[in-house]
């Protein structure tokens, strides 16, 4: 599925059969659907945590940083981290609460001339994240996810496009779909859920 594609989707659940033969095509629906693109492809990503979009960094410790005082380390993140969602554990697949590792996300401007810098501050010497990725190659997306991204682009789109009134019932549309779509992604992988520290603490 391309953009155009997804473009066109949206339309139709817009109840709009006019559709485009290209993203730019200077008409009132592409210049709409283009304006929120990146707004709808970026929350779409963070709502549900695709696995097409996970990713996991060993962060660089920025020197240049100021670390502040609550904190021992400071890292940079990938550029690409649209959301962070912890540090990972040494053998442990699952983000058990007992385990998670502290840490803070922060900006300082850095360099000359100077350029905002997304941080992580932590107390840990070294750094494994794993992250939502922003993924701009629509190559990659799968189906369901191309069709929660359409209905959640035809609510953004609604007013512009005059169809104001569907607004409620394409936001139901996206949560339905975007319910399945992180649903069937969980069956993509199995792991044993761990154990509480109250069981493991008798053994």
């Keep these: 599925m391309t953009q155009l594609d997804i ?3 949206a339309l139709l659940h817009l109840g709009i059969s006019d559709l485009l033969a290209s993203t730019s095509d200077g008409s ?8 929120l693109w990146e707004q709808a492809r970026d929350y779409a990503l963070k709502d549900y945590r695709p696995r097409f979009a996970r990713r996991y960094a060993a962060l660089v410790e920025n020197t240049a940083a ?3 005082t609550n904190w021992a380390k400071v890292f940079t993140l990938p550029t690409d ?12 697949r699952t983000m058990a609460l007992a385990s998670r590792i502290p840490y803070e996300l922060g900006i300082q401007s850095l360099g000359s001339p ?3 810098t997304r941080l992580l501050y932590t107390d840990e010497d070294t750094f494994e994240l ?3 990725a922003k993924v701009e190659d629509v190559a990659l997306y799968e189906p369901m996810f191309c069709l929660a991204l359409g209905y959640l682009l035809a609510s953004l789109a609604a007013t512009g496009m005059g169809k104001g009134d569907t607004v409620p019932s394409l936001m139901e549309a996206y ?8 649903a069937h992604d969980m069956n993509q992988g199995f792991d044993h859920e761990p154990e509480s520290s109250w069981i493991t603490g008798r053994l």
């Design 81 to 92: 981290c649209l959301q962070a969602h912890g540090g990972v554990v040494e053998g442990q």
């Design 7 to 9: 473009f066109n989707n």
């Design 114 to 116: 100077a350029v905002a």
């Design 28 to 35: 009132k629906a592409s210049i709409v659907l283009g304006h």
């Design 130 to 132: 794993e992250y939502t």
């Design 66 to 68: 100021t670390v502040p």
């Design 175 to 182: 949560m339905r779909a975007a319910s399945s779509a992180a």
